[in-house]
T-cell receptor, first 115, second 111 residues
Framework: EPEVTQTPSHQVTQMGQEVILRCVPI?????FYWYRQILGQKVEFLVS????????KSEIFDDQFSVERPDGSNFTLKIRSTKLEDSAMYFC?????????????FGPGTRLLVL | DAKTTQPPSMDCAEGRAANLPCNHS???????VYWYRQIHSQGPQYIIH???NNETNEMASLIITEDRKSSTLILPHATLRDTAVYYC????????????FGTGTKLQVIP
């Protein structure tokens, strides 16, 4: 069964550094999402992406965040200047987007630790 | 999206059916009931969804009341690997609707 994959599984970085989290969506899916989960808290929506542009973003998704699909396969989340409070699990999700294809499938996540 | 209410925690004996309730009294006619689970900080895993008819797949059954104000997820023979947080989510149909997670029900399967 096709799966969403994410790399790296773990990332440790220094505050102020840039990080790029990568996701490979399921091949025929058209809609892509990033979510995050701070330890012990709920899974929170960050951004949705379709047809090479952002469809919706949350208040969390400020100017330090950006997303792109640079090569038609990977879907990336860039955090430009990391802060301590960016430490969290980051999940990518994708769905087909066609009628009957609304179910989102999540990747295993990237654990980001900002020191 | 309509709000859902779930018990914060439940226990279930291994091998028995786990019945997880969810109230969604403000659900609209075009909103589906989705269930996901999250095993210890892994990515949320899709389980099942339905609109108004009961649904069954290889993982679980979903029973939706006739008035659609509540539903029950049934894991027919719970195993220790089913220990997880289970999320009941109501969301409208549409290609790019985000999933809004609540706090879910922490299901502990006991040997």
């Amino acid at each position: 069964e096709p799966e969403v994959t994410q790399t790296p599984s773990h990332q440790v970085t220094q505050m102020g550094q840039e990080v790029i989290l990568r996701c490979v969506p399921i091949s025929n899916h058209l809609y892509f999402y990033w979510y995050r989960q701070i330890l012990g808290q709920k899974v929170e929506f960050l951004v949705s992406f379709y047809n090479n542009e952002i469809s919706e973003k949350s208040e969390i998704f400020d100017d330090q965040f950006s997303v792109e699909r640079p090569d038609g396969s990977n879907f990336t989340l860039k955090i430009r200047s990391t802060k301590l409070e960016d430490s969290a699990m980051y999940f990518c999700a994708t769905n087909k987007g066609l009628a009957g294809g609304e179910t989102q499938y999540f990747g295993p996540g990237t654990r980001l630790l900002v020191l | 999206d309509a709000k859902t209410t779930q018990p914060p925690s439940m226990d279930c004996a291994e091998g028995r059916a786990a019945n997880l309730p969810c109230n969604h009294s403000t659900i609209s006619g075009n909103e589906y009931v989705y269930w996901y689970r999250q095993i210890h900080s892994q990515g949320p895993q899709y389980i099942i969804h339905g609109l108004k008819n009961n649904e069954t797949n290889e993982m679980a059954s979903l029973i939706i009341t006739e008035d659609r104000k509540s539903s029950t997820l049934i894991l027919p023979h719970a195993t220790l690997r089913d220990t997880a947080v289970y999320y009941c989510i109501v969301r409208i149909s549409g290609g790019y609707q985000k999933v809004t997670f609540g706090t879910g029900t922490k299901l502990q399967v006991i040997p």
